[in-house]
């Protein structure tokens, strides 16, 4: 009997990691995913630090980015961008409907705030499963369907979700106003609060709030529990995102983005692969959604609405789909522009171009004011066009372009030393 090479069902697919690329990692990583895995933590447990560069009352304090509600929604949506990406970016279905799972598990999470208990474990864990039957429901139906027709029904499946979110179901979703936790939810598991006491979510009765700030000559920082709680979390689902990535599992899922049709040929039924891949991208957006529940107990109608839908396609590809830490930068990119650039106003632009001639002042001041504040989404939009046409890969290709220039330039100056070198010795 002769030995045969098996060949990968599909073309254009990564081949399997060496022994050499494999070795040397921990927790089952090969040795570059877990110096990412370790990168990823680093930034996360100084982000403090990080995404505050600059001192309270500085002009340059605009830009700081490190207080609590951000911080939180930068690891949070970035969960969300990391589930969109196995199913986006390792089998190419490209969902207009994604928002519809946050908002399933959002809604999941405070009720069971307000019916079991104010410990976001069971929220958390209520969230995932829920959003991970909604989707399983959703993906049975849509995965029917490939290409366009997919993504249409998948942001059909969202638009009814919204619409009996905000008016059908008010009963259940609080309809246009929405739900948040009251002193007189039944709790069963907690004990009666005040009147007039706002509950807060808590993690064995730790608050989520609750925060340390340090201050060090001109700069503050803030430690917050409930960021650090949601960062934990989410370097938990980065490290699965990492494992899945490099699992047979996921280079079926590879095979189905590169050749769908010749992994038919095979025998191989795709169906089974992808909605696998559907469900557990619905259950991380699940996911994200019961920790902003946790972070901020009110969740109305629009968390499922198509622009939130939109806003993490935007995230995955600006960042890079089908990369590891792209859609998290993505996510962190995305988020910054929302919260920071957007309150930029006219008097702030006024006052950093102060030191101008008042008739060059206005000039500069009526030439940025549009890219800024109400206008942040031009300045994202042509950014991201930038992106697409000279970064297809995103973010995570800039970055690897930078990395190639510098190393070539250490490689060119260690050759040029060693040139100098051998002419020094022959004279």
């Known amino acids: 009997m002769t030995d045969q090479t098996q060949q990968a069902p599909a073309g254009n697919i990564p081949a399997p990691q060496t022994r050499r690329e494999t070795a040397g990692g921990a927790l089952g990583l090969g040795r570059k995913d877990f110096t990412l895995l370790i990168l990823v933590a680093v930034l996360t447990l100084l982000a403090p630090f990080i995404l505050n560069p600059f001192p309270e009352g500085s002009a340059l304090a605009q830009f700081n980015a490190g207080y609590p509600d951000l911080m939180q929604r930068f690891v949070i949506f970035g969960i969300f961008a990391i589930g969109f990406n196995i199913l986006f970016g390792l089998t190419g279905y490209l969902s207009f409907g994604h928002a519809a799972f946050l908002g399933v598990g959002s809604y999941a999470g405070i009720w069971m705030m307000k019916l079991l208990t104010l410990n976001v474990i069971p929220a958390i864990v209520a969230s995932v499963v829920v959003a991970g039957l909604f989707s399983l429901l959703v993906g049975f139906i849509s995965l029917r369907r490939s290409g366009i027709y997919f993504s249409i029904l998948t942001l059909a499946f969202a638009m009814m979700s919204y619409a009996l979110a905000y008016s059908v179901l008010t009963p259940i979703t609080g309809g246009e106003t929405g739900l948040q936790l009251k002193y007189f939810d039944p709790r069963i598991l907690d004990g ?17 709030q609750a925060s340390y700030e340090l ?73 994200a959604g019961g920790l902003l529940v946790a972070m901020d107990t009110q969740v109305g109608a629009e968390r499922m609405f198509w ?121």
């Open 192 to 208: 009666d609060l005040a009147p007039g006491v706002t509950p807060r979510a808590s993690l064995f009765g730790l608050d989520m």
């Open 215 to 287: 201050s060090i000559g001109s700069w503050l920082f803030t430690f917050n529990a409930g960021y650090y709680i949601a960062g934990i979390v989410m370097l938990l689902a980065f490290y699965l995102s990492i494992r899945l990535f490099r699992s047979p599992f996921g280079m079926m899922l590879r095979a189905v983005k590169s050749n769908q049709n010749r992994l038919n040929y095979t025998g191989i039924s795709p169906k089974p692969y992808t909605l696998a891949a559907f469900v557990i991208s619905g259950m991380y957006a699940g996911l």
């Open 307 to 427: 622009t939130a839908s939109g806003e993490v396609v935007l995230m995955t590809i600006l960042g890079g789909a089908g990369t590891l830490i792209g859609p998290v930068l993505g996510a962190g990119f995305i988020k910054y522009f929302e919260n920071i650039v957007s309150k930029i106003n006219k008097a702030t632009l006024e006052g950093w171009f102060s030191f101008m001639p008042d008739g060059l002042q206005d000039f500069v001041v009526a030439v940025i004011y549009p890219f800024v504040g109400k206008g942040w989404h031009l300045t994202l939009g042509l950014l991201f066009m930038a992106v697409v046409i000279f970064l297809p890969g995103g973010l995570v290709q800039g970055g690897q372009k930078l990395a190639t220039v510098f190393r070539r330039d250490r490689k060119s100056a260690s050759v040029e030393s060693d040139a100098a070198e051998q002419r020094q010795a022959g004279e």
